[in-house]
């Protein structure tokens, strides 16, 4: 069992920057790591993801170039540095944790941080 609990959300003005945290309660070190958001209205969509050993990652074609994802397994935490945040940035920020067998399926979920970007 793993439990995840995001932190770093808030309010920032558009082209600041805020730096997502993802603590496990478990280790998380034979798991993919994602970030996925929310935004009012909208499904959630995936944001970026990083492989067991941080070694894979990818990331949405609409974060590319200003979001960073990385994690430090020592810590079981995920980051995400976001830079240059846009208003269509705003969206509750989850962190996931993959199947061990199944690195593409999510089965471990956050509550979510809220990241509002003011224009």
């Known amino acids: 069992q793993v439990q995840l609990v995001e932190s770093g959300g808030g309010l920032v003005q558009a082209g600041g920057s805020l730096r997502l945290s993802c603590a496990a309660s478990g280790r998380t070190s034979s798991r993919a790591m994602g970030w996925f958001r929310q935004a009012p209205g909208k499904e959630r969509e995936f944001v970026a993801r990083i492989s067991q050993n941080g070694g894979s990652i990818e990331y949405a074609d609409s974060v590319k170039g200003r979001f960073t994802i990385s994690r430090d397994n020592a810590k079981n935490t995920v980051y995400l540095q976001m830079n240059s945040l846009k208003p269509e940035d705003t969206a509750v920020y989850y962190c996931?944790?993959?199947?061990?067998?199944?690195?593409?399926?999510?089965?471990?979920w956050g509550q979510g941080t809220q990241v509002t970007v003011s224009s």
């Open positions: 996931a944790a993959s199947s061990i067998a199944f690195t593409t399926r999510y089965d471990y």
